[in-house]
C-alpha cells in the first residue's frame, strides 16, 4: 500500500442495513448505485477507486462497531439543494425520501473562530457512486478502533456522521 496515494485509505460511511441491502440489489442488477451521505463530509478528498467501508446501522438493536459491508468508490455525484434526486439511488432510500426538498441553512455562530468548514457537519444531502458493493465475510470486517483513533470515536461504537476518510489499519 502506498503512503498517501490513496491506497492507504478508505471512506467510512454509515447506512441502514434496509438501505445496503436494496444498493446491493440495485448494484448487482445495474453495476453501480448511488449511495446518500448525509453532508459532504470528505467527498470531495476521495481519490478514485478508494475502497468505501460501510458500518450498517439500524440492525435490530444490534449496532455493529465495525464496517461489515464494502465497496469502490467511483466519484462524488453533482447535486445541488432542492434538485431532484440523482438516478441510481436505493429504492428504499427513495420511499423513505419522496422528494428533494431545499432546506434552509444551519445557523452559523459569528463568534466561531474556526479556519474553514467542520467536516462533521452534515448539510445539504449529498451523493456517491460506488460499485461492486458487498457484504463483508466476517474474517474482513473492519472495527471502529482500527481505524478511528479513540478520542474520535467517543466510545466502543462509532458511526460517522459524514463520510470520513480514514487510514486503514497495516
Known amino acids: 500500500m502506498g503512503e498517501g496515494d490513496?491506497?492507504?485509505?478508505?471512506?467510512?460511511?454509515a447506512m441502514p442495513l434496509r438501505h445496503l441491502e436494496s444498493a446491493a440489489d440495485r448494484c448487482r442488477r445495474d453495476g453501480s448505485v448511488v449511495l446518500p451521505a448525509g453532508g459532504p463530509g470528505e467527498l470531495d478528498d476521495v481519490p478514485p477507486s478508494v475502497l468505501?467501508?460501510?458500518?450498517?446501522?439500524?440492525?435490530?438493536?444490534?449496532?455493529?462497531?465495525?464496517?461489515?459491508?464494502a465497496a469502490t468508490?467511483?466519484?462524488?455525484?453533482?447535486?445541488?439543494?432542492?434538485e431532484p434526486w440523482p438516478?441510481?439511488?436505493p429504492p428504499t432510500w427513495v420511499d423513505e425520501h419522496p422528494e428533494a426538498q431545499p432546506r434552509e441553512a444551519p445557523p452559523t455562530d459569528a463568534d466561531d473562530d474556526d479556519d474553514g468548514p467542520d467536516p462533521e457537519r452534515v448539510g445539504p444531502q449529498?451523493?456517491?457512486r460506488v460499485?461492486?458493493?458487498e457484504r463483508l465475510p466476517r474474517s474482513e470486517w473492519v472495527f471502529s478502533n482500527e481505524v478511528v483513533p479513540k478520542?474520535?470515536?467517543?466510545?466502543?461504537?462509532?458511526?460517522?456522521?459524514?463520510?470520513?476518510?480514514?487510514?486503514l489499519p497495516p
Open 151 to 167: 478520542q474520535q470515536r467517543g466510545g466502543r461504537t462509532f458511526v460517522p456522521r459524514v463520510p470520513t476518510l480514514v487510514r
Open 6 to 13: 490513496g491506497t492507504d485509505q478508505a471512506l467510512l460511511v
Open 126 to 128: 449529498s451523493f456517491f
Open 73 to 82: 468508490f467511483e466519484a462524488r455525484v453533482s447535486h445541488r439543494d432542492g
Open 87 to 89: 438516478a441510481g439511488l
Open 131 to 133: 460499485r461492486d458493493l
Open 52 to 69: 468505501v467501508l460501510v458500518i450498517p446501522t439500524d440492525t435490530d438493536g444490534k449496532e455493529a462497531s465495525a464496517a461489515t459491508w
